[in-house]
């Protein structure tokens, strides 16, 4: 069974930083991309950062500078560390990855709000 789970979000001041986890099971995870995905009140699902196989990584222009995307396969586990936060990063943030035989898989989320 497959699984991702999410921890770390809350709250933080505009400035401020938070880091996310994801603990991922029931798959190769260091077979296979990571990503993470965020969505807002009432926007869309909005794609944030990817790292691969190989820890190349990839971020949306809105956050490129100030987050950064780090994976531990030995835990099976993908990371968020994000700096310098700004009220517009608040959203729900999601863990994902892309199974050759399940499709897309996702955590279940875990909020982050800035504000003061």
């Known amino acids: 069974q497959v699984q991702l789970v999410e921890s770390g979000g809350g709250l933080a001041q505009p400035g401020g930083s938070l880091r996310l986890s994801c603990a991922a099971s029931g798959f190769a995870f260091s077979s296979y991309p990571m990503n993470w995905y965020r969505q807002a009140p009432g926007k869309e699902r909005e794609w944030v950062a990817t790292i691969d196989t190989v820890y190349s990584t990839n971020y949306g222009e809105s956050v490129k500078g100030r987050f950064t995307i780090s994976r531990d396969n030995a835990k099976n586990t993908v990371n968020l560390q994000m700096n310098s936060l700004k009220p517009e990063d608040t959203a729900v943030y999601y863990c994902?990855?892309?199974?050759?035989?399940?499709?897309?898989?996702w955590g279940k989320g875990a909020l982050v709000t800035v504000s003061l």
């Open positions: 994902n990855t892309y199974l050759y035989r399940y499709g897309d898989q």
